[in-house]
Structure formats: structure tokens, C-alpha cells
């Protein structure tokens, strides 16, 4: 089964600063590409866990006594490192987004080049679709969702045009949503539609809570001189990880103990996002808007 080629591949192996007996997380395992890469490295005492809630990825699980794959969320971390009786691990990356594998997928609705269903789901298992999202929320809540999560400026027009469109039929298909909002695009079309379609994501699958969650217990597992690293693809992404890393909350709010020392959870390992090699992007269009924050637990 074909997955993304991962992204900044060595650049994240070389970040992680990978021991022979280390015990790793692969956070997004995938198509479990990164995780081959710290197997690589490691030895018999070593382990990594790979986390995915996508039913596909179970598929993609390695044959190797120093892997465990985790079919969850990597929101509950900690409670099923605990589970394996892990309470501390040398190294944690995510690579988070969509995979080219499940943007491949018409069925998945991730993409709008496909006649599909809007789905969205990470696990089509569970949870809310985005055809739920679309003829349930109000015309408001589409609004900031748009505005929010996708950054789109005519996010009140493009809410009140679905909300009308709706009262007709029922959004369930790509071809129809697109046909639908066809008169709201402003600018370049594909951005445009790759921005609501974004938008649409996150919602679906709440992967900003998920997003804060997963780094608090993150924080909690890595052990002192552990490494964080983790790959972003939109600017709200990469502005939670970078205030994370640097004071240790979402908001990037200084805060300070009884003292007045600032909490400085992690030691930032490079001031300024990693990005891929021109070589990389062209290799790989997909990586384009990668960028990668590296912390080092202190």
C-alpha cells in the first residue's frame, strides 16, 4: 500500500538524536516510513511504538520484536504508553496532516479532485463527518470554522451561501459542495478550495485540541534530554508547536514560578523552523509547506 514519502526524512532521524537502546514514539506512523528509519538505528534493546488511528495503517504494522503498533489517536499517548508500561521515552516525532495515501483515497473525501462523499474522517470508524458539519452547524459556526481553520477572509458569505444552498438538498458530495460555493472563491481557485477544504479537516477531527493534548503528555513521557520533533503544515499548527516548545502552553504565554524563573520546558534546538530542500519539494510537492520545530526536554 502506497503512503507519502516522509517528509524530511533524515533531517527528522538526525533531530531525534536516536540511542541504540532508546525507546521512541512514531506519533503519525502511516506508512510507517520514519519508523523503518529509527528501527535502523536502534538496537535489540531498543523500541518504538507507532501510533494511528487510521484503520489502513494497521495494515502497514512491522514484523519486528523492537515495534509495537498503537490503533489510536495519538491524543492518548501516555495512557497507552503506560499501558505497555512505559513511563518515560527518549524520542517523540509526529508528522502531522494529511497523508498522500489517505488524499489519494476519493473515497476519504479529503481531496476536492474526487467525485466523492464528504467524509474526512482520520478513523472513518468513528466520529462526525463533514456532511454532518455542513447541513448541521449554523451558518455562524461555519463562519468561524472557515474563518478560524482556514484562514478565509469571505468566510461570513461563504457560511451564509451553504446555509442557503442546503434548504434545497443535503451537501453529501464533493462535486455538489464545489459546485455550490463555485461563486465564493476568491483568488486563486485551487488555494481557495484548499483552504475551506482544510478547514472542513480540522474540524472533523478536532486536531487543534488533539494537537494541544498530544504535546502536553508528550512533555509528561520524554525523558530529560529527550527530543521532541515534530512536522507542521499550516501556520496555526506551526503556532502551536513553536509557542509549546518555547514556554511550554498553546498561547505562548510566559509563565513564571514562586521565584519569578520562567518555565522553560524545552531547550529549542533550531530558533527557526526546518524546512525541505529545494530537491525535497520538487521530489515531492507535497512537502512544500513543511515545517519542522525541534525541542529537547530540559
Known amino acids: 500500500m502506497a503512503y507519502h514519502l516522509p517528509v524530511l526524512y533524515q533531517e ?5 538524536k536516536i540511542e541504540k537502546k532508546g525507546v521512541y514514539v512514531d506519533a503519525t506512523f502511516g506508512g510507517g516510513g520514519h519508523t523503518k528509519g529509527i528501527l535502523q538505528q536502534i538496537g535489540e534493546g531498543g523500541k518504538v511504538f507507532g501510533f494511528d488511528q487510521d484503520p489502513d495503517a494497521v495494515k502497514n504494522a512491522l514484523e519486528d520484536k523492537r515495534f509495537q503498533f498503537v490503533k489510536s489517536n495519538f491524543q492518548y499517548l501516555k495512557n497507552y504508553l503506560k499501558l505497555y508500561g512505559v513511563k518515560e521515552v527518549d524520542g517523540i516525532l509526529a508528522d502531522l496532516g494529511v497523508s498522500s495515501h489517505q488524499l489519494d483515497q476519493a473515497e476519504r473525501g479529503f481531496s476536492y ?4 462523499d464528504l467524509d474526512m474522517r482520520m478513523n472513518y470508524e468513528s466520529g462526525k463527518s463533514a456532511i454532518s458539519i455542513l447541513n ?21 458569505t461563504l457560511a451564509q451561501t451553504i446555509e442557503s444552498a442546503r434548504l434545497s438538498r443535503k451537501i453529501e458530495r464533493n462535486e455538489d459542495f464545489i459546485e455550490i460555493i463555485e461563486g465564493c472563491v476568491r483568488g486563486q481557485r485551487n488555494r481557495y478550495l484548499s483552504q475551506v477544504y482544510q478547514a472542513l479537516r480540522i474540524e472533523v477531527n478536532d486536531e487543534m ?3 494541544s493534548e498530544f504535546l502536553i503528555q508528550a512533555t509528561e513521557v520524554l525523558k530529560p534530554g529527550g527530543r521532541l520533533v515534530i512536522i507542521s503544515y499550516h501556520s496555526l499548527e506551526d503556532r502551536m508547536v513553536k509557542n509549546f516548545l518555547k514556554t511550554g502552553n498553546e498561547n505562548g504565554v510566559v509563565e513564571k514560578d514562586f521565584y519569578g524563573n520562567i518555565n ?35
Open 12 to 16: 527528522s532521524l538526525d533531530s531525534l
Open 113 to 116: 479532485r474526487f467525485e466523492a
Open 136 to 156: 448541521e452547524y449554523s451558518a455562524e459556526n461555519l463562519q468561524k470554522v472557515f474563518s478560524k481553520y482556514g484562514e478565509i477572509r469571505n468566510s461570513k
Open 209 to 211: 485540541k488533539v494537537l
Open 264 to 298: 522553560r520546558p524545552f531547550k529549542i534546538i533550531s530558533k527557526k523552523p526546518i524546512l525541505p530542500s529545494d530537491l525535497e519539494i520538487k521530489e515531492n510537492p507535497r512537502s512544500r509547506s513543511a515545517k519542522m520545530r525541534v525541542g529537547e526536554k530540559a
